[in-house]
C-alpha cells in the first residue's frame, strides 16, 4: 500500500511526465506539420495519456477519496484562491480534457495503423483545447516555478512551428 506522501510525490511526478510529453508531441507535430503522425509521436502521446490518467487515478485516491463531490469542492478551492470566484465547474472541463485525450490516441493510432494523414481542423482543435488546458494547469494554477519552464517550452514550441512554416515556404519556393 502507498503511503499520503508516497501517493502526492507519485501525483507530481506523474502530471509532469504528462506535460513532458504534451510538450514532446506538440514539438514533433509543429515540426510536421501536423498532418503526419510518426510512430514516435503516437507512442510519446499515448505515453502522456497514460501517466495523465494514472495522474487523475492518484489524484481521486490521495486527494479526493473517490469522490466527485470532493473534486469539486477542490476545484472550486484553487480557483477561488486564484481568481478570487469560487467555482468548481473546471472540474466538468477536466473530464471533458480526460475524453478528448483517450479519442486522440484513438484517432491518431488509427493514423498510424492506416499510414494515413489526419485531418488539419480536428489537429488544430485538439492543438489549441490542450494548449488552453496545459497552460493554464501549470502557468495559472502550478506552481510559481512553473512559469519559468513555460517561457521556454513556449519558444520551442514557436520556433519549431516557426522552422517547420521557413523549410516548407522554402521548399516551395525551390520546387
Known amino acids: 500500500m502507498i503511503d499520503q506522501a508516497t501517493g502526492e510525490a507519485l501525483l507530481r511526478l506523474t502530471v509532469r511526465v504528462a506535460v513532458a510529453c504534451y510538450l514532446w508531441r506538440t ?5 510536421t506539420r ?8 503516437f507512442v510519446v502521446w499515448t505515453t502522456g495519456c497514460l501517466f ?5 487515478g492518484l489524484a481521486f485516491t490521495f486527494v479526493h477519496a473517490w469522490s466527485h463531490q470532493a473534486a469539486l469542492e477542490h476545484t472550486a478551492a484553487e480557483t477561488a484562491r486564484i481568481t478570487e470566484i469560487r467555482r468548481g465547474e473546471g472540474l466538468w472541463v477536466n473530464y471533458l480534457f480526460t475524453i478528448l485525450w483517450l479519442a486522440d490516441v484513438a484517432r491518431l493510432g488509427r493514423a498510424v495503423m492506416l499510414d494515413q494523414t489526419t485531418h488539419r481542423t480536428t489537429d ?3 492543438a489549441a483545447f490542450f494548449g488552453f488546458i496545459f497552460f493554464n494547469a501549470t502557468v495559472v494554477f502550478g506552481p510559481p516555478a512553473y512559469r519559468w519552464i513555460a517561457v521556454p517550452a513556449c519558444a520551442a514550441i514557436v520556433f519549431a512551428w516557426y522552422r517547420s512554416r521557413w523549410t516548407s515556404h522554402r521548399n516551395d519556393q525551390s520546387a
Open 52 to 56: 495523465y490518467l494514472l495522474h487523475v
Open 27 to 31: 514539438i514533433l507535430q509543429v515540426g
Open 124 to 126: 488544430l482543435f485538439v
Open 34 to 41: 501536423f498532418r503526419r503522425v510518426s510512430r514516435v509521436q
